[in-house]
């Protein structure tokens, strides 16, 4: 495998990071894989997700990651499985009615990782729910096996094996993984056109490239990887530092910012600092 470092300078953070109980709970990979898996998580334990406080109508913002779910309807038995792409707005999170006794593991995948799982174009996949299978092969046989085990690291071991085999290095974008190194050391603060230059591609071409592999403009993956940057800081500092944030993250001013802010986290940064730590 690649020597891809982007996981120990940019670690995506959801709403509500400290959040976790026996019907959630959240898991990092083994060192071998975290450069392509931000973690794993689910369930330790069936539950009903209508009467959990984690589950139930819990704010999701957009975090720059990919969701493969496998979720068992332990009352039917029926397994189903869902490839989430990447989103760009805050949603609550919402269950179906028969949805009352499940059990869900699931693997989060930061942007750039599934360019190294599946040659299959993410575009189209953005704000979507879609059918995994054609994504991720033999499917239906990984999720018998998941839930065939009862122990959440035994599930782990069982994924981590699946998708080491599904990995390939060796046939990545080469001008997608310079173009994420850039945003990053960026912070998302660049622009398009200096993207394209330090590429040494058109503009139209920067553009094909990452909606193939992301499912957004590189515009739009710029402006949210501003945003879970800047997050990412207030949840580390759990502090608001209007001024210094402006100033380094390029917005025009504090209410900029805030603008900004709320249009991927429904509330103030103020407000969110706050959810997180009650």
Not at 115 to 129: F, Q, V, Y
Not at 153 to 172: G, V
Request: aromatic share 12%; charged share 25%; with cysteine.
């Amino acid at each position: 495998m690649s020597s891809i470092d982007f996981h120990t300078r940019y670690r995506s953070a959801t709403a509500v990071p400290f959040t976790e109980d026996k019907t959630y709970v959240n898991i990092a990979p083994s060192p071998l894989l975290q450069p392509y898996i931000r973690c794993f998580w689910g369930s330790a334990c069936s539950f009903n997700p209508h009467e959990s406080s984690i589950y139930g109508h819990i704010l999701i913002i957009p975090d720059t990651c990919f969701d493969l779910m496998l979720i068992k309807n332990h009352r039917t038995g029926r397994i189903k499985h869902i490839f989430l792409g990447l989103n760009n707005c805050p949603v609550l999170d919402s269950w179906d009615e028969q949805d009352k006794k499940i059990s869900i593991f699931a693997v989060r995948f930061p942007m750039w990782a599934m360019n190294c799982i599946s040659r299959l174009p993410m575009e189209g996949t953005l704000n979507k729910a879609v059918p995994s299978g054609d994504i991720f092969p033999s499917i239906e046989e990984l999720c018998e096996k998941i839930f065939e085990e009862p122990l959440f690291n035994r599930r782990m071991l069982i994924a981590e094996a699946y998708i080491k085999k599904l990995m390939r290095t060796d046939e990545i974008s080469l001008p997608f993984f310079d173009g994420v190194d850039y945003i990053l050391r960026q912070k998302g603060t660049g622009t398009l056109k200096q993207l394209a230059r330090h590429l040494c591609y058109s503009e139209r071409q920067v553009q094909r490239i990452f909606l193939d592999a992301v499912g957004t403009t590189p515009k739009q993956l710029m402006s949210l990887v501003r945003y879970q940057s800047v997050w990412q800081e207030l949840v580390a500092l759990r502090n608001i530092d209007y001024m210094n944030i402006v100033c380094r993250y390029g917005y025009t001013d504090q209410s900029h910012f805030i603008s900004d802010f709320k249009k991927y986290h429904s509330v103030t940064p103020r407000e969110a600092v706050r959810i997180m730590l009650e």
